[in-house]
């Protein structure tokens, strides 16, 4: 695995922590209706996209995920100012603000989605994987899904197809605790989701999604099998959110305390103790990173403020080809 160094560290804080205020002020304005519709926020999830970007292989490998898909992108390259502007429904949004919140997509920069069907994801990410192995890609797609997708009928179909056919593809269940607001425990007998892999001869584990290190160290492993050609890995990666399901979520199925506990853990807390121990950054340094966070947050906002909805008549546009549909000529205003 490429080594985890002082530039590693300042780097995770300073994305983790953007990725973490993206999210905090994607709720600020969904409160005051600039967002409408769902909004699934990753915080306390940040770990896993840290660990991930540092191992995958960004001019190749591809990403594909469920509805909580606002920093995945952003974290591939894809301009956060777009990726706010989509959310606001804007014309400079990454999808012309036809998208939102749940449908972020950059072919340029391999992310894949973006779904907001639960389980939508699973076949298509296997979908990805086989076309690179028909194609002698040598590329590898990270298939994320949550707890309660691997519920759904279409994960099991998919991981027999993908273990059949040695796709190079790695299923990363992000455990957080809660299918909406259904605990693990309530719907199903085994609580150690990983083992679902078990049943497919498919290699599969448990991970520490809260820290960054373990989550790369894991993905290398997987993602280097993939590659080589040795198939599919299927992981559970145990995190937390902080927030609710969605915006709409009052969380009354969770006390106050648990969150507490979790915080105690929390993947950009972790990572700054040691880059405090280290000493790999003094205060004021650290202070500045704050401050570019904020502001890189406030350009966003502003960016996405400041842009024109798109005309409604690009609705037609991507849905039907005029010259096979005569009778739009004339587009309803």
């Not at 498919?202 to 993905?219: F, I």
């Not at 005309?311 to 587009?331: G, R, W």
Request: contains cysteine; glycine residues 8%; neutral net charge.
């Amino acid at each position: 695995m490429k080594k985890v160094t002082k530039a590693t560290y300042l780097k995770w804080y300073e994305d983790m922590l953007f990725w973490r205020k993206f999210e905090d002020k994607l709720a600020q304005v969904y409160i005051q209706q600039k967002v409408r519709g769902f909004l699934h926020l990753y915080n306390g999830q940040e770990a896993i996209l840290a660990g991930a970007l540092h191992v995958m292989d960004r001019e190749k490998d591809k990403m594909i995920t469920a509805y909580r898909n606002h920093v995945q992108p952003i974290g591939l390259g894809v301009d956060p100012k777009r990726v706010m502007a989509e959310l606001y429904g804007k014309k400079t949004g990454t999808s012309s603000g036809l998208g939102g919140s749940m449908h972020i997509f950059s072919k340029e920069h391999n992310f894949y989605g973006g779904h907001g069907i639960v389980g939508g994801q699973i076949p298509l990410g296997a979908g990805l994987a086989f076309a690179d192995k028909y194609h002698k890609r040598e590329a590898v797609t990270l298939c994320f899904l949550g707890d309660g997708a691997a519920r759904q009928g279409s994960l099991h179909e998919t991981l027999n197809m993908a273990v059949n056919w040695n796709l190079p593809v790695v299923f990363c269940v992000e455990n957080n605790g809660y299918a909406m607001g259904t605990s693990v425990a309530r719907t199903s007998k085994s609580t150690d989701i990983w083992k679902i892999g078990n049943a497919y001869e498919m290699p599969c584990g448990p991970v520490d999604a809260m820290n960054p290190t373990k989550v790369a160290e894991s993905l290398d492993e997987a993602i280097k099998r993939a590659r080589k050609g040795d198939g599919p890995t299927f992981l559970e990666l145990k995190t937390y959110r902080y927030r609710g399901h969605s915006m709409s979520d009052a969380q009354k199925y969770r006390t106050k305390e648990e969150v507490a506990e979790y915080q105690k853990i929390d993947p950009i807390t972790q990572v700054l103790d040691i880059i405090k121990e280290k000493k790999y950054a003094s205060e004021d340094e650290i202070k500045e990173i704050n401050k570019r966070v904020k502001d890189k947050v406030s350009e966003c906002e502003k960016f996405a403020d400041e842009s024109d909805f798109p005309d409604k008549s690009i609705m037609y546009d991507v849905v039907y080809e005029q010259e096979d549909y005569p009778f739009l000529a004339h587009k309803p205003e």
